[in-house]
């Protein structure tokens, strides 16, 4: 069974904190991983992408991964009350047949 | 990025109906992909739908309850058949776009079954 657990939620933290997510999957196999950011009533939006092992920065968004502990992290930096949502990470493997596994989602509020 | 969309935005429905939800994606895509997300919980997939073959039903989703088409690169339909309350949910379109084959989802159909 394939599966990707992300640490009980909620969390919170004031504005201008460092909000850290963190998520462990159990297929060694896994190639690709997504975080993904949904505000209540609305799709899943594509935040982050990374595939190989490291940091991957964009802009407040760093994405953290390490394969052989099997762990994706989201850091945000100066964290904003509009990024209060749900962070869904996913994983999947790469091909033409690819499909996403989900965690169950943390949900972040943002304290101003 | 890719821009889906998909109709109706929601709907509410009488149990033992069945309600046909569309999804248009912007662009030829190979993979196009089904999710369910029920209130509170994560997305769970319930089919994989490529053009010109049958879609693949991951476990505990049937054809006979979810039948998909794939009538060309850029469409794809689900019907939910036989609607109970349980079928309430949020139903996500998803599509795989560019080299890492990164999933855009469509803006969801939200369902309420009486």
């Known amino acids: 069974q394939k599966e990707v657990e992300q640490n009980s939620g909620p969390l919170s933290v004031p504005e201008g904190a460092i909000a850290s997510l963190n998520c462990t999957y159990s297929d060694r196999v896994s190639q690709s991983f997504f975080w993904y950011r949904q505000y209540s009533g609305k799709s899943p939006e594509l935040i982050m992408s990374?595939?190989?092992?490291g940091d991957k920065e964009d802009g407040r968004f760093t994405a953290q991964l390490n394969k052989a502990s099997q762990y994706v992290s989201l850091l945000i930096r100066d964290s904003q009350p509009s990024d209060s949502a749900t962070y869904l990470c996913a994983v999947t493997l790469t091909g033409a047949n690819s499909k996403l596994t989900f965690g169950k989602g943390i949900t972040l509020s943002v304290r101003p | 990025s890719a821009v889906i969309s998909q109709k109706p935005s929601r709907d509410i429905c009488q149990r033992g109906t069945s309600l046909t939800i569309q999804c248009q994606v912007d662009s030829q895509v190979t993979m196009m992909f089904w999710y369910r997300q029920q209130p509170g919980q994560s997305l769970t997939l319930i089919a994989t739908?490529?053009?010109?073959?049958?879609?693949?039903?991951e476990s505990g989703f049937v054809i006979d309850k979810f039948p998909i088409s794939r009538p060309n690169l850029t469409f794809s339909t689900l019907t939910v058949s036989n609607m109970s309350p349980e079928d309430s949910s949020i139903y996500l379109c998803?599509?795989?776009?560019?080299?890492?084959?990164?999933?855009?989802f469509g803006p969801g159909t939200r369902l309420l079954v009486l």
């Open positions: 990374i595939y190989s092992n």
């Open positions: 998803s599509a795989n776009r560019g080299q890492w084959e990164t999933q855009y």
């Open positions: 739908a490529n053009q010109g073959s049958e879609a693949t039903y």
